[in-house]
């Protein structure tokens, strides 16, 4: 069938046949794209997650999160005008965790301002329990 192809594009069209064929064999992961702290997560049932610190919270707690923009599942894409009436359930693993140490320089030539402050960013870790719909 691809007798007449020259060599290079029977090799990549075979390729690209094979990679489809994989991947739809698979199967497609559920996923959502949620809303939280200004910030935009790609998540999955299982998947673990470093949010801004919130205080109010303990380990074991169940956070709700309902700003979801797009959800994927075997029926396929759905993308929110502009959220979807859904909700993604995760459970706290860590109420506080800290990231890395940051140090901050300031300097100017020729005068005395040399000033060193550091910065150490606090999260909460959070494990996604389910997609509530």
Known sequence: MLDFCAPQIKEFL??????????NEKGLKMYAIIRDGGRQFKVEVGQELQIDYRDDVNDGD??????????????GLKIGQPLLEMKVKAVVREAETKGPKLTVQKFARRKTL????GHRQKYTTVKI?????
Not at 14 to 23: A, C, G, I, L, P
Not at 62 to 75: C, G, K, P, S, V
Not at 129 to 133: G, L, P
């Open 14 to 23: 075979v390729k690209s046949v094979y990679k489809f064929k994989v991947k």
């Open 62 to 75: 169940e956070l709700i999160f309902d700003n979801i923009l797009a959800y994927r599942d075997d029926e």
């Open 114 to 117: 040399r000033r060193r402050t």
């Open 129 to 133: 329990a389910e997609f509530v719909k």
